[in-house]
Nanobody, 127 residues
């Protein structure tokens, strides 16, 4: 089960920090990703980070080009939590943000490759 939090209303140029906690015994061998969905649009990939001590996916981060340089994904391994630090937010970042879980060997950017999804948290950026 995934629990996302941290959304809110912020002005353009501001920042928010999202959190996603997985209630599993370990995330070793898995990847947590963030997706977002704006009204009338399809769900799109934002960022992802994996845990694995034995595969090439270990510690690798992935970002969509639209957020690269503004968003940073990180983790607290002991707490099974992934953070999404979102800086210099733009009105185009307004969406419901979802965290999701997949095996480390899957495609990090493909929503269909994620098995579990959190409930979503609303991010609204005003101009």
């Amino acid at each position: 089960q995934l629990q996302a939090s941290g959304g809110g209303l912020v002005q353009a140029g501001g920042f928010l920090r999202l959190s996603c906690t997985a209630s599993t015994r370990t995330l070793n061998g898995y990847r947590l990703g963030w997706f977002r969905q704006a009204p009338g649009k399809e769900r799109e990939f934002v960022a992802a980070l994996g845990w694995s001590t034995w595969s090439r996916g270990y510690g690798t981060t992935y970002y969509d080009d639209s957020v690269k340089g503004r968003f940073t994904i990180s983790r607290d391994g002991l707490a099974n939590t992934v953070f999404l630090q979102m800086d210099n937010l733009k009105p185009g970042d307004t969406a419901i943000y979802y965290c999701a879980l997949q095996g480390i060997s899957m495609d990090a950017r493909r929503a269909d490759d994620y098995d579990s999804w959190g409930q979503g948290t609303q991010v609204t950026v005003s101009s």
